[in-house]
C-alpha cells in the first residue's frame, strides 16, 4: 500500500526493525558510528521510496501528468530494443498530443473534439 508514493510496508519495516536493534542488547554494543550508519542506510532508503518514478511499461494507457516516465528495460538486449522503439514511439505521440493541446488552448488550432 502507498500513501503519497511511501510504500507503507517498507517505512513501518525499518522503523520496527530499527526498534528492535535499538532495545536488544547485542544492539547495545553498536558504537555510534554503526548506529549512525544503520539510521543514514535506513533515511536513504525511505527517501529512495518516496522519489521513486513508476517506470514505463508497454502500453500503458494511464495519463503520465507533466512528463513521461523514464525508460526501463529488464530482458534481453532484443527485447530491450525492441520495448526502446515502443517507448520511443509511445513518447512522441504523447509529446505531440500535448503539443496540440498547447496550440489549441493558445492559438485555437489543432483543436479536435
Do not use: H
Not at 518514478?53 to 528495460?73: H, I, K, V
Request: with cysteine; hydrophobic share 30%; aromatic share 12%.
Amino acid at each position: 500500500m502507498k500513501s503519497n508514493g511511501i510504500d507503507i510496508g517498507i517505512a513501518v519495516s525499518f522503523l520496527l526493525v530499527l526498534g528492535i536493534l535499538t532495545a536488544s542488547q547485542k544492539a547495545q554494543a553498536l558504537g555510534d558510528t554503526e548506529e549512525g550508519i544503520l539510521w543514514g542506510l535506513g533515511i536513504y532508503k525511505i527517501y529512495d521510496v518516496i522519489t521513486e518514478d513508476d517506470p514505463w511499461e508497454p502500453g500503458q494507457t494511464r495519463e503520465y501528468g507533466n512528463a513521461f516516465p523514464p525508460f526501463s528495460c529488464k530482458g534481453s538486449g532484443i527485447d530491450c530494443a525492441y520495448q526502446k522503439g515502443v517507448y520511443e514511439r509511445e513518447k512522441e505521440e504523447w509529446e505531440d498530443a500535448r503539443e496540440k493541446a498547447y496550440e489549441c488552448g493558445r492559438y485555437g488550432r489543432n483543436c479536435e473534439d
